[in-house]
């Protein structure tokens, strides 16, 4: 256990919906992470907040949203779903601003698209 | 910005014998080299990493080496086992800065150990 928790586990859901991925980082973690797993595709970088602010953007599609909270809990937002948005999602937390030491992933969330 | 580039996508290997995976980087600035291991529907999880600092670094079967001239690094997995079959991700890191705080990943071997 990474000790990062993501939620739901699975999500099923139709085009042109709108869904929220919840993380909680680890106890002390002031970063998250946001990466998105396609099949058999590497790990692509979505966005990264630290202690409440965005600090870096990577190939997040404007159809995509996120924001850290006070209790640094994370919340990634996706809408007007396409066939192509399915994917592992992955939450990742470290206790720095930037990610020069361990990452530690959440087990992340298997969005379907139908 | 940073960009990664992994070799081989996919490698096979006899129980017992050794894996290479081999990464470069493009951004001078990265001074930190993790790698992660990710089995089938699991998170991946680190299992080693290096600092620009340091050549070389060794934990049990695994090491990693760094050329920071060359900007490339690699994996070794000596006496491979079954349990190693997964695929492995290398990556890169900047530090805070630099501009940009992302940790870039390659693209992933599949690391398959035949008994």
């Known amino acids: 256990d990474s000790g990062v928790t993501q939620t739901p586990k699975h999500l099923i859901t139709a085009t042109g919906q709108r869904v929220t991925l919840r993380c909680s980082p680890r106890?002390?973690?002031?970063?998250v992470y946001w990466y998105q797993q396609s099949l058999d595709q590497g790990l692509q970088f979505l966005i990264q907040?630290?202690?409440?602010?965005?600090?870096a953007k990577g190939n997040i599609l404007e159809r995509f949203s996120a924001q850290q909270f006070p209790d640094l809990h994370s919340e990634l937002n996706l809408s007007s779903l396409e066939l192509g948005d399915s994917a592992l999602y992955f939450c990742?937390?470290?206790?720095?601003?930037?990610?020069?030491?361990?990452?530690?992933f959440g087990q992340g969330t298997r969005l379907t698209v139908v | 910005g940073e960009n990664v580039e992994q070799h081989p996508s996919t490698l096979s290997v006899q129980e017992g014998d050794s894996a290479v995976i081999k990464c470069t980087y493009s951004?001078?600035?990265?001074?930190?080299f993790p790698w992660y291991k990710q089995e089938l529907g699991k998170r991946p999880q680190l299992i080693i990493d290096?600092?620009?600092?340091?050549g070389e670094k060794k934990d049990q079967r695994i090491a990693v080496t760094l050329n920071k001239t060359a900007k490339h690094f690699s994996l070794h997995i000596t006496e491979t086992q079954p349990e190693d079959s997964a695929v492995y991700f290398c990556a890169a890191s900047i530090p805070p800065g630099a501009g940009s705080y992302q940790l870039t990943f390659g693209k992933g071997t599949k690391l398959s150990v035949i008994p």
């Open positions: 951004d001078s600035a990265s001074n930190y």
């Open positions: 907040y630290y202690n409440g602010e965005e600090r």
């Open positions: 290096i600092r620009s600092n340091v």
């Open positions: 106890s002390g973690d002031l970063s």
């Open positions: 990742a937390s470290s206790p720095r601003t930037a990610l020069n030491t361990e990452a530690f």
